[in-house]
T-cell receptor, first 116, second 113 residues
Framework: DAGVIQSPRHEVTEMGQEVTLRCKPI?????LFWYRQTMMRGLELLIYFNNNVPIDDSGMPEDRFSAKMPNASFSTLKIQPSEPRDSAVYFC??????????????FGEGSRLTVL | AQSVTQLDSQVPVFEEAPVELRCNYS??????LFWYVQYPNQGLQLLLKYLSGSTLVKGINGFEAEFNKSQTSFHLRKPSVHISDTAEYFCAVSEKYGNKLVFGAGTILRVKS
């Protein structure tokens, strides 16, 4: 079975440009999470969805960040405009129902973003 | 709100030696506890979890962890490590019946030959 698929794996962009990160969760999973990993702050939960509906976006750092889940098999995380401090690895994870309650998250391989 | 403290940022150990990675948590409510492993350039994988019942939890690759409620700890142990165990290990906590998983800062385990 395919796991969580993220694209692009690496993105280098210049400050001020728009960045779109994409995620395809595991088929049948009903929860989707976006995390950001940096050396300074570790792993931070940005936002999560249940059945395509955003449930908690309190971790989204500022209005430059937005996330959507138009259907059960696709989600995007957009940064506009990007800044150097957004450089990080962004992980998407999904889980099935009770998995969300019991922490069984399945992670993608991450998208490494570098903003120059 | 929950928080997790991993007491060691790096743990170097020789192959076939035992290892313990320490984790303490803070929460005002009942929690679930987890250990995840991250190999270089990969996502995180669940190693083991404590939900309820026996406080000694066994996971994959020979790892185990013990939940100690009085000390609010969930230390990870392995009696004999291999080179392939070199990775970063994350302790995580979630509120019972909650959806948010809060991760510790991670501990890099370096196994030397």
């Amino acid at each position: 079975d395919a796991g969580v698929i993220q694209s692009p794996r690496h993105e280098v962009t210049e400050m001020g440009q728009e960045v779109t990160l994409r995620c395809k969760p595991i088929s049948g999973h009903d929860y989707l999470f976006w995390y950001r990993q940096t050396m300074m702050r570790g792993l931070e939960l940005l936002i999560y969805f249940n059945n395509n509906v955003p449930i908690d976006d309190s971790g989204m750092p500022e209005d430059r960040f937005s996330a959507k889940m138009p259907n059960a098999s696709f989600s995007t995380l957009k940064i506009q405009p990007s800044e150097p401090r957004d450089s990080a690895v962004y992980f998407c994870a999904s889980s099935l129902g009770g998995g969300a309650y019991t922490g069984e998250l399945f992670f993608g391989e991450g998208s490494r973003l570098t903003v120059l | 709100a929950q928080s997790v403290t991993q007491l060691d940022s790096q743990v170097p150990v020789f192959e076939e030696a035992p290892v313990e990675l320490r984790c303490n948590y803070s929460s005002s409510v009942s929690v679930y506890l987890f250990w995840y492993v991250q190999y270089p350039n990969q996502g995180l994988q669940l190693l083991l979890k404590y939900l309820s019942g026996s406080t000694l939890v066994k996971g994959i690759n020979g790892f185990e962890a013990e939940f100690n409620k009085s000390q609010t700890s969930f230390h990870l142990r392995k009696p004999s490590v291999h080179i392939s165990d070199t990775a970063e290990y994350f302790c995580a906590v979630s509120e019972k019946y909650g959806n948010k998983l809060v991760f510790g800062a991670g501990t890099i385990l370096r196994v030397k030959s």
